[in-house]
């Protein structure tokens, strides 16, 4: 019952768009409008919605992610981790509130992940992965940076991760994210892959 009310909790937590949400209450406007990916993430609520839109975006989504899984590990877990770290970034990409249509999940992922601290090694390997891939081994655009990150972490978590349930619940969340992306209407222009030192 209270891995049951963990993931429902997560799933309903990931629902709540908070780029939509932020965006109406700050400046009565949908941050998604006139952007290229429809995303209702960080990245169009900084910049269609302001510092503080995007800011408060970046907290809560990354709060909605962290606290189900965080609370959850605090007591006695089962095998049904793995969908407690999942449901929120399936919530977000998923929700149930606006009609299945969400975001990309990048930043409620984060939160997840680090909500398993003190096992810090999940998030870590997701973010040196976004730091190589932006900034030495540099794929663009970014849809496919994305795709490759979360194929990266995937099998470096399969490799170095101790818990089979946090690798699965990962696994779950890069089904998700894929889905996402590869469903997006954003033009997917051809992939172009360059080292730090190429211009």
Known sequence: MRDMIYIL???LAGSILFARVFGWLLKKTDVTENT???NPGTANAFQNGGFLC???TLVCDLLKGFLPVFLYTRGQTTFLLALVIAAPVIGHIFPVLFHFRGGKGIATTFGCLLGLLPNYIPAMLL???FIFFSLILRITPHYYRTLATYLGAELLLYVFSRDLCIWIGFSLIFA???A???TSKEEKTPPEVKLLWMR
Request: charged share 10%.
């Open 180 to 182: 996402r992306m590869l």
């Open 176 to 178: 998700a994210v894929a």
């Open 127 to 129: 973010a040196l992965l």
């Open 36 to 38: 290229s990916d429809g």
């Open 54 to 56: 995007g800011a408060l």
């Open 9 to 11: 909790s997560g799933y």
